[in-house]
């Protein structure tokens, strides 16, 4: 299983787990404050689109691993996978809420996993058509849902606070509208990666074609934003319609996010076509098949941090800093943790509890 295992994944999973850090870390330790202005809107370019590649990637995973029986039509095997993503998700979302209820991390995302995943069940041996239908169906049902009821209720006005969480109201309006990961319109993120699953990943002359073709769609979606806020006048509606930021999820922040995923995964892919052997690349791909397990240790780091200083304000180079260091060190615990074990000790505590 392993021989047959596409690296590129883990490796586009191991950078997109470092874009996340320094998203997280800067909305913990900036607090909304800009020091360096480039290096601001350096970190501020993976806002959105880190957890994108994330969120595309379990879809990826999820085809790959439903491959065989999407092919056969086995109706026991079928079922049999639709309950083990059943009780994963089940794991995901309550993994996610123990640590937003634990540590307060009120940017969690894997309660979210469990909510795309549980749904996904119900799509996984759809055909390629239609799971894309469906992830522009969920993708308008989001910018209706902007555009006819108030994306800041329950929020402060820094957008780092939700209040109302844990009532039903507040919890289902942040889980499926305007809480960080809202089911509309991400879980068309998961479906697009379902889609794609579908893509046959070992074709080099295809993948460098996918990987083109979805670069040039990421900049003509950028562009169009950007053309569409400037026509109309760089208005504050302008850039809540049009913008390519993920709060709020506009279409266009779904389109060009999944563009740029896609191109990021299609890259990632074309090296491992070249890089399989090198040291270098192992321990970066190794890395990458312990997220759920470095995400864990992301947020230990923000714990510990809150113990030192109470998390002050730190700037962008902080930011920068701590990241890299974090990284590498997760870098390191993997190669060492992987000489005994294939996976990380979160991945195999998910596997033993959802057998």
């Not at 299983?1 to 994944?9: A, P, S, T």
Request: hydrophobic content about 55%.
């Amino acid at each position: 299983m392993e021989m047959n295992r596409i690296k590129g994944f883990d490796y586009a999973r191991a950078f997109a787990i470092l874009g996340m850090m320094l998203v997280n870390y800067s909305i913990v330790f900036n607090q909304n404050i800009v020091k360096y202005e480039i290096l601001s809107r350096f970190i501020a370019a993976f806002q959105g689109r880190a957890a994108a590649v994330f969120v595309i990637l379990a879809g990826i995973g999820i085809g790959l691993m439903t491959h065989s029986s999407y092919v056969s039509k086995d109706r026991l095997e079928r079922n049999k996978q639709r309950l083990t993503l059943l009780k994963r998700a089940i794991f995901l979302f309550i993994f996610g809420l123990l640590l937003y209820l634990i540590f307060d991390w009120t940017a969690d995302i894997l309660h979210y996993y469990g909510v795309y995943m549980a749904a996904i069940v119900f799509f996984i041996f759809m055909r390629t058509k239609t799971l894309v239908i469906l992830a522009t169906v969920t993708t308008t049902i989001g910018s209706i849902l902007q555009l006819f009821f108030d994306y800041s209720q329950g929020w402060n006005s820094a957008f780092d606070h939700y209040s109302g969480f844990f009532t039903v109201h507040g919890f289902l309006r942040n889980t499926f509208f305007n809480g960080y990961h809202p089911f509309f319109p991400w879980f068309a993120f998961l479906l697009f990666g379902l889609a794609l699953s579908r893509l046959n990943f070992r074709d080099q002359k295809k993948m460098k074609q996918v990987t083109l073709v979805a670069l040039i769609i990421a900049i003509v979606i950028e562009l169009i934003s950007l053309g569409l806020i400037k026509y109309f006048g760089d208005t504050e509606m302008a850039i809540y319609i049009f913008d390519t930021k993920p709060m709020n999820p506009t279409a266009l922040y779904i389109f060009a996010s999944t563009a740029w995923a896609i191109f990021f995964i299609g890259l990632c892919v074309c090296i491992d076509q070249r890089e399989t052997h090198s040291k270098g690349y192992l321990l970066i791909a190794n890395g990458g098949k312990m997220a759920l397990t470095h995400y864990l240790i992301h947020v230990l780091v923000i714990v510990l941090m809150q113990m030192i200083d109470q998390l002050a304000y730190h700037d962008e180079i902080f930011v920068i800093g701590i990241s890299l260091v974090t990284f590498v060190c997760m870098l390191l615990f993997s190669q060492i943790w992987h000489r005994k074990f294939d996976r990380g000790p979160i991945e195999l505590l998910m596997r033993k509890v959802t057998k």
